[in-house]
């Protein structure tokens, strides 16, 4: 669906957002009209020496350029944006090391609200002076769960934040499978979209607008051997947890949600994990052919479709690349 | 000038290039048209970041998404085109480890012609593959300029090839113009283009494409310290040497020559120069903020916007983003 049609559709439509699996079509309609004016709409980018690799026709849609410089800017705008006006006042709180940190903390900083970020104290200073750099007040814990959870709750009882949760919160998923609303506008033929399985709110967003957007468009989920929680959970249908977290892919560590995990099994055909060596051929692949900086996790999703490229064989498949943001004193080439 | 008033204007015209420094407005937009269908017309890029680091309105002209990965292709391919058919038939020749080695081949492999590639043995093994990948003739030889022009020489006389050179051919130049043409095509109100300087065509079409189509558009090159030769050859009105050639940015150590020297004595207002050090860090700056990987030749033209801010301040700035042809495993960060 074109952008445009979305625009001139959503003044008809005038709902809230659903809190529960049964989210409609103008729930997404209205999610990415109320996001567009706070985030970038991003490029879709096509290689044909790519294409001749994988043997089928791909287009990238390049979070890697979004605010910030990863997707997770849509749907921490979207949670932000439905929050009231009171709760807008006394802030947000998220617990975070990764990219949603950042996130939360440009598009509070955007709409005028507070961000208290939790990080743990083994969190790198690169990515601490990143989320100050947006504006973020940053609370340092114990590098465990619990003590995140804790010093999370703290501020939500202490100053009134809400909490927002990086991947288990409806408006975060909704936010995030903006991307796919938007590659789909572009290219409404698409057969397949793959995007990364971290915590679960990208690839659940993707299903849900694959679904209303897409025609007889599949979602794959992308994962590393090493943490393939989302392929175990598919497979058994309960949320599995990861033993070790041993890939390169840092933002592909965390656990599904019982918010998104529903979504996930409904709206997701399958997984492919690939190996460690296979995640840092796929970023390399891409930064020196499409010349452009690409996450671990992001390159995740092209290593499967070189994977399985029978799979993929003639077929248009859309890539969602999730970010860019990596530490150039510390790459895997 | 808008790209489609350049096509519509083009049917009037039908003059070849003039082989003088007299070159005509219409040379350059038939070359333009000329070599549209076998280049990439390549994205402009903004960064509200980079524009507040440097205090001024910068406009990149993205040559590293260009077909091999730099500007070299459009100068490349408007030589061949030049050929007559039977030139065509014999062939191209040119010796170059770098850039146009690469360039030279595709472009003549895009138009089904044979090119013999004259490289010194020292070349890396991966500037060898890449021409080689291309299509590309490699004729190995002693790694210096006497054995190179020896070389290159023996294939003009034994096959025929026309000899085609890097950056001091008049149909070269005029190719790489084509950057600043599109650039000014979609900002036509810059107050300045800063392009880097090696051999010379770059910054030479540059000045030619700003002085036709540009409103008052100064064209300024940018170069290391450590080889300011094109600094020095400025000052003294004659074309001076490299003493050493110790810089990073490796596209830019060959020295100018007599075709493009007068073009730039002429079209070109200053040249700025910079250190090592600011070099890595605009580069570093554009990977990061920009997510799109550049060349450390590239970088010599952001860095001299950033050396001197005040000439900058509040200006319309177009930068041409040169190329994107790094090696992965030797970065230096």
């Known amino acids: 669906m074109d ?38 709409r991003t490029p879709v980018l096509t290689s044909r020496l790519l294409d001749k690799m994988a043997g089928a026709d791909l287009f990238f849609k390049c979070e890697n ?52 970020i939790v990080m ?21 814990c114990e590098p465990t769960l619990k003590a995140r959870r804790a010093a999370a709750k703290k ?62 468009c599949k979602v794959i989920g992308a ?15 309960k949320i599995e947890l990861n033993k070790t977290t041993n890939t390169i892919a840092d933002g592909l560590k965390t656990q599904l949600g019982d918010k998104n995990f529903p979504l996930i099994l409904k709206y997701v055909d399958s997984i492919i994990r690939v190996t460690e060596d296979e995640i840092i051929n796929a970023m390399q692949l891409v930064w020196e052919r499409m010349k452009i900086i690409i996450e671990p996790s992001s390159a995740v999703a092209f290593a499967a479709v ?5 799979k993929f064989k003639g077929k248009k498949v859309g890539i969602i690349i999730s970010g860019g943001n990596v530490d150039l004193k510390n790459l895997p080439f």
Chains 1, 2 share one sequence.
Not at 306 to 310: A, M, Q
Request: charged letters at 20%; glycine letters at 10%; one cysteine or more.
């Open 3 to 40: 952008f445009f049609v979305v625009l001139s559709l959503a003044f008809y439509l005038k709902k809230p957002l659903n809190e529960n699996i049964g989210m409609k079509k103008e729930d997404l309609i209205e999610c990415q009209i109320r996001i567009a004016p706070y985030i970038h």
């Open 65 to 116: 350029f979004q605010r910030m410089g990863a997707y997770k800017m849509r749907g921490a705008t979207n949670a932000i944006l439905q929050l009231t006006e009171e709760q807008r006042d006394k802030g947000v709180v998220t617990h975070s090391s990764g990219n949603f940190a950042q996130a939360l903390s440009l598009a509070a900083k955007s709409l005028g609200v507070k961000a208290y």
């Open 120 to 140: 743990p104290s083994s969190a790198p200073q690169v990515k601490k002076n990143a989320v100050e750099e947006y504006g973020g007040n940053i609370i340092i």
């Open 155 to 216: 501020i939500e009882d202490e100053v009134g934040a809400t909490f927002i949760h990086p991947s288990n919160d409806l408006q975060v998923i909704t936010g995030q499978g903006t991307a796919c609303i938007e590659l789909l506008g572009e290219q409404p033929g698409l057969d397949f979209v793959v995007a990364p399985v971290g915590g679960g709110g990208l690839i659940a967003g993707t299903g849900l607008a694959a679904h209303y957007f897409g025609k007889d």
């Open 223 to 237: 994962e590393p051997f090493e943490v393939d929680d989302a392929y175990r959970s598919l497979k058994s249908g």
């Open 306 to 310: 070189l994977r399985e490229k029978k």
